[in-house]
T-cell receptor, first 113, second 116 residues
């Protein structure tokens, strides 16, 4: 399995502010994925982050709202910009292995007031 | 389009008994991967088991096994000898293609409660 560390694990934020979530992996990976889980819902992919290129966003998610950085093969950040209560969710990063498995970080639980 | 269906919103099982969590999927691809994850109340997503569409043997990981019935497009999770710590939300997911580059599509989840 992969060791994936996310920070912060949880935060309470004010409406209109932005928060950056960090994801650190214990080994080099080509792709990192960011998912969102709204309260009581399943997971939805926000974007795929490749090192050295722009992230690829899923339908319904835009770079201005969820800018992503991928400076190297072990690290990525997701920023949730200009937050509203609707952004209250668990945000999870994930990485895959050549064997096919996909592993997740511990998640960052955001509450926006 | 991909689709994952988990028809059991909630399940109860007696401690030490086995339980099956249902998952059916819909895809026109021949190559795909099927996953099960456990999500406790803490929110982390714990990888349990993976099955590739070309794997002929059902995947097993300790007390977890995936009952893969390709013709029926089902990928049920079997947990043997349930423990109180198994109480959590369980998600079935599918990825088209066998590489790790494609996204996962998740089912709605099943809440499992283990009774003592």
């Amino acid at each position: 399995s992969a060791v994936i560390s996310q920070k912060p694990s949880r935060d309470i934020c004010q409406r209109g502010t932005s928060l950056t979530i960090q994801c650190q992996v214990d080994s080099q990976v080509t792709m990192m994925f960011w998912y969102r889980q709204q309260p009581g819902q399943s997971l939805t992919l926000i974007a795929t982050a490749n090192q050295g290129s722009e992230a690829t966003y899923e339908s319904g998610f835009v770079i201005d709202k969820f800018p992503i950085s991928r400076p190297n093969l072990t690290f990525s950040t997701l920023t949730v910009s200009n937050m509203s209560p609707e952004d209250s969710s668990i945000y999870l990063c994930s990485v895959g292995r050549d064997t096919g498995e996909l592993f997740f970080g511990e998640g960052s639980r955001l509450t926006v007031l | 389009a991909q689709k994952i269906t988990q028809t059991q919103p909630g399940m109860f099982v007696q401690e030490k008994e086995a339980v099956t969590l249902d998952c059916t999927y819909d895809t026109s691809d021949q190559s795909y991967g099927l996953f099960w994850y456990k999500q406790p109340s803490s929110g982390e997503m714990i990888f349990l088991i993976y099955q590739g569409s070309y794997d002929e043997q059902n995947a097993t990981e300790g007390r977890y096994s995936l009952n893969f019935q390709k013709a029926r497009k089902s990928a049920n999770l079997v947990i043997s000898a349930s423990q109180l710590g198994d109480s959590a939300m369980y998600f079935c997911a599918m990825r088209e293609g066998l590489g790790y580059g494609n996204k996962l599509v998740f089912g709605a989840g099943t809440i499992l409660r283990v009774k003592s």
